[in-house]
Nanobody, 125 residues
Framework: QVQLVESGGGLVQAGGSLRLSCAASGRTGSSYVMGWFRQAPGKEREFVAAIRWSDRSTKYSDSVKGRFTISRDNAGNTVYLQMNSLKPEDTAAYYC??????????????????WGQGTQVTVSS
């Protein structure tokens, strides 16, 4: 079992920044991928960014590329999502997820094994 706890959401004006954190605990092994997804009301959950733990290889959706940065720490199992130049359309609940024993970086939420509870990000215009 793996537990994921997100933090860092909030309300920010358009053009502002936020940093989300996701702390993982439990047995992750060494070959896993951690990702961020978001879901706005009435919409499907969509991929935002992901990082492969072993080599820090990353992938981003086109909508956030150049504005968001995913990273991980060295000491523990924590992944970050630095969000800059936020737009009202970034407003959503943001979820952290992990897929175990994976080499490629999937973008489908169906591929991920465990999920956090989500943190709300609201960007005002």
């Amino acid at each position: 079992q793996v537990q994921l706890v997100e933090s860092g959401g909030g309300l920010v004006q358009a053009g502002g920044s936020l940093r989300l954190s996701c702390a993982a605990s439990g047995r992750t092994g060494s070959s896993y991928v951690m990702g961020w997804f978001r879901q706005a009301p009435g919409k499907e959950r969509e991929f935002v960014a992901a990082i492969r733990w072993s080599d820090r290889s990353t992938k981003y959706s086109d909508s956030v590329k150049g504005r968001f940065t995913i990273s991980r720490d060295n000491a523990g199992n924590t992944v970050y999502l630095q969000m800059n130049s936020l737009k009202p359309e970034d407003t959503a609940a943001y979820y952290c997820a992990v897929v175990l024993r994976r080499i490629t970086v999937p973008v489908s939420p169906d591929a991920y094994d465990y999920w956090g509870q989500g943190t709300q990000v609201t960007v005002s215009s």
